[in-house]
């Protein structure tokens, strides 16, 4: 069945870069997302790609997929404390209906 | 946020009774979804509609039913709750075309 797997914590200083890594096992995944979930909030869309595609770049965000070793990343730069959070990886599969597999989600810490 | 609303935000109920949850979109999108999370699992869809009246199981959908009778509310319905659907309930929407799914901002349901 499908799987997407995370690592379940981040810890970075502000400024620096942070790079949470999701792997997931149906190959027939056409759209893969990330999902930002702050304390006591709903998910809030961040980015997603395309299958077909490699990289994405969308201000701070850097995402990057390596469909052959089905490794999918977000980068986020100069992370601020803002960005701690939980981040959620999703993927489509194969479903018509585009109905999402979520991964358990990485808690991201960010310090002064 | 997509137009979408969830009530009641906070819910408890004891064992036994029966429970509906209601997501609202204003925004007329074809699609919607019912996750849940939980600690330890991420999110996992439950059901989802595609139109009025069509509707489909999720990954974890024993215990839950739901109904769409019209395009901007999806309901989801606990026949008789049980301590194991304590969670927080999301609403999930997209559009017919396009491939941003959007998240509600959840409701805390604690069964006794």
């Known amino acids: 069945g499908e799987d997407v797997e995370q690592s379940l914590f981040l810890s970075v200083r502000e400024g620096d870069s942070s790079v949470i890594n999701c792997t997931y096992t149906?190959?027939?995944?056409?759209?893969l997302y990330w999902y930002k979930q702050e304390p006591g909030a709903g998910l809030q869309l961040l980015t997603y790609?395309?299958?077909?595609?490699d990289m994405k770049q969308d201000q701070r965000l850097t995402v990057l997929l390596n469909k052959k070793d089905k490794h999918l990343s977000l980068r986020i730069a100069d992370t601020q404390t803002g960005d701690s959070a939980i981040y959620f990886c999703a993927e489509t599969g194969n479903s018509g209906y585009s109905t999402l597999t979520f991964g358990k989600g990485t808690m991201l810490l960010v310090s002064p | 946020d997509a137009g979408i609303t969830q009530s009641p935000r906070h819910k408890v109920t004891e064992t036994g009774t029966p429970v509906t949850l209601r997501c609202h979109q204003t925004e007329n999108h074809r699609y919607m979804y019912w996750y849940r999370q939980d600690p330890g699992h991420g999110l996992r869809l439950i059901h989802y509609?595609?139109?009025?009246?069509?509707?489909d199981k999720g990954e974890v959908s024993d215990g839950y039913s739901v109904s769409r009778s019209k395009t901007e509310d999806f309901l989801l319905t606990l026949e008789s709750a049980t301590s194991s659907q304590t969670s927080v309930y999301f609403c999930?929407?997209?559009?017919?075309?396009?491939?941003?799914?959007?998240f509600g901002p959840g409701t805390r349901l604690t069964v006794t």
């Open positions: 999930a929407v997209k559009q017919g075309t396009g491939y941003e799914q959007y």
């Open positions: 149906d190959s027939s995944s056409t759209y």
């Open positions: 509609s595609y139109g009025v009246k069509d509707t």
């Open positions: 790609i395309f299958s077909n595609m």
